[in-house]
């Protein structure tokens, strides 16, 4: 009877995270991904919105520009982490890394103008986008309701490509990628609500 125990007791302490814990963690992870990114609109409306493509960042931008791929990058470990190993683990290294050559590309590019710094945006949010794009994909049959992160996806790879594309011009400034994490902010919010939804279905 103990050896049975414990083999149960070490059988539940190996178990995978249930569909129901990772939709929880998701939802935490999420919401703080909601509030990071209107922190990060505001402090670049507050600052940072006025300076255009030829304009050399200031300290404040720079810092700005550096931290959101890496919060990025971060979060989306995280996200590994609590839905476990699965056909999606790849993918979200993928992203990470994404995240980090992001980060390392940005941090160059601040010594140059607004215009490299939004060529490199543009270009990361437009990859991470696909990516996101993916694990959504792969994602719904496991844990649901990951259509606002698909529609999200779809749009930051439009979005990317459309920074990267004008970025040179000399009317785009920083407020362009302040949009672009606002609405990531919307979509992260969607997303916590028809989790909620639909862990409150499967209590039922």
């Known amino acids: 009877m103990t050896q049975t125990t414990a083999t149960s007791t070490t059988s539940t302490a190996s178990t995978p995270p249930t569909a129901t814990t990772t939709s929880s963690g998701l939802r935490s992870l999420h919401l703080i991904r909601v509030a990071f990114s209107l922190i990060w609109v505001t402090l670049v409306f507050t600052t940072s919105a006025s300076l255009v493509s030829t304009d050399e960042p200031t300290v404040i931008a720079a810092v700005l520009l550096v931290v959101y791929p890496l919060w990025d990058a971060i979060a989306t470990l995280v996200e590994g982490r609590l839905t476990g190993t699965g056909s999606t683990n790849g993918v979200g290294t993928i992203n990470t890394g994404l995240g980090l050559a992001a980060t390392a590309g940005m941090i160059a590019a601040v010594f140059s103008t607004i215009g490299t710094a939004l060529l490199v945006f543009g270009v990361w949010a437009l990859l ?77």
Request: hydrophobic residues 50%; charged residues 15%.
């Open 128 to 204: 991470s986008g696909a990516v996101q794009l993916v694990v959504a994909i792969r994602r719904r049959r496991t844990v649901g309701a990951q259509w606002p992160m698909a529609v999200s996806g779809g749009q930051s790879v439009l979005a990317g490509a459309t920074i990267a594309a004008t970025s040179a011009s000399a009317t785009s400034s920083l407020s362009t990628v302040a949009g672009y994490s606002a609405f990531g902010a919307f979509w992260f919010l969607v997303s916590v609500i028809a989790l909620s939804i639909r862990s409150r279905r499967e209590k039922r």
